[in-house]
């Protein structure tokens, strides 16, 4: 029998990760939707992600970057939209991403 692999546990140090920064919501009610999103920091980007998401969901993603402000773009195939965002661990520091009926927002906070 094959010994089991260990699990992978994350490289990034804890100070170096903003949970829950990301969260995006598909508010289409019969179409999924994919975005990509691209975190930059004076212009270079430090993390890129494409999410597709169901009709009418919601996804909170933990970041690998450090906590601070950052040039947060989102993109459709329809349309796009970008804004400066500070993203960390608190419940109000992240970059709420909404799409759907052709339309993508992207706001530095979320209530």
Known sequence: MPLASPPQESTTPPEQTCADA???RNYEGAQ???VDVTISDDGTPVHET???LDPLTLKS???PIAPGDYRVQAATD???AASICTLGSAPTEL???E???GIVSVVGEAY
């Open 50 to 52: 494409t999410v597709t």
């Open 99 to 101: 799409a759907g009926n």
């Open 22 to 24: 990301l969260l995006l």
């Open 95 to 97: 970059a709420f991403v």
């Open 78 to 80: 329809d349309n796009d």
């Open 61 to 63: 993603i933990d970041l």
């Open 32 to 34: 999924t939707v994919t």
